[in-house]
């Protein structure tokens, strides 16, 4: 299943929206600029296979965000994009927040 999940959103078959389905527990702070959400699991297995197909997931896009993790958790923070000449977070930063969500429902 999430291989087929990591399929559809390398090749953009995935719909993205921003609303409380997905946004769902990302934080936008403004100093410095950065979205984050902590993710909880019920296993270190679980953790581990949410990191795994993040990382994956990441090499695919070249796009990486900052990771820490524990046993049953990982924290993500998403800096705005290397593109992003203002240094804000933006659209395509709302969108990887998003596919991230996806990730860790599936």
Request: hydrophobic share 35%.
């Amino acid at each position: 299943m999430i291989y087929k999940l990591f399929i559809q959103l390398i090749h953009g078959v995935v719909a993205f929206r921003k609303d409380n389905f997905f946004m769902e527990g990302w934080k936008q702070k403004k100093r410095p600029e950065c979205l984050e959400k902590r993710f909880e699991f019920e296993s270190y297995e679980k953790t581990r296979d949410f990191l795994d197909a993040l990382g994956d997931f990441s090499e695919k896009v070249s796009r990486f965000p900052d990771i820490s993790f524990g046993k049953t958790y990982a924290n993500i923070t998403i800096r705005p994009s290397e593109n992003n000449e203002k240094e804000e977070i933006s659209k395509v930063d709302h969108e990887f927040a998003t596919q991230i969500d996806l990730l860790f429902k599936h």
